[in-house]
């Protein structure tokens, strides 16, 4: 499987949303909503697991519609955010902060450009 990056450096191609969505496995979509709302502490439901990766076209995860940082990639037109000539700005740094992986894989990407 190709190996899809987000704007903030997370691996779509890893995340549960994605995988069950390729499969179209509603299993895998249940299991999902009810790991992500525990950890999340939010009322997510199987249906809301459906993503086809955060800077492609088709279906997104209600949170990466709407998230600032995909948002602004996009309309910068840039591969992910280590492209970014700002990079790393505060709305990315904000961001990273929770997830720190993201900071790993972006400043891979960086080292190779």
């Known amino acids: 499987m190709e190996k899809i ?20 496995d509603d299993i895998l979509r249940a299991k999902t909503a009810e790991f992500w709302s525990t950890i999340y502490g939010a009322d997510i ?6 993503c086809n990766g955060c800077l492609t076209e088709g279906v997104k995860f209600n949170h990466c519609k709407e998230c600032e940082v995909r948002l602004c990639c996009l309309e910068k037109g840039y591969e992910n955010c280590a ?9 990315l740094d904000a961001l990273l902060t929770n997830i720190p992986e993201g900071r790993t ?3 891979e990407i960086k080292n190779t450009i």
């Open 83 to 91: 492209h970014c000539p700002d990079y790393c700005c505060d709305k």
């Open 45 to 50: 439901k199987p249906e809301d697991i459906n």
């Open 5 to 24: 990056v987000a704007a903030c450096g997370l691996v779509c191609s890893g995340c549960f949303a994605h995988k069950a969505t390729l499969k179209d």
């Open 105 to 107: 894989v972006l400043n």
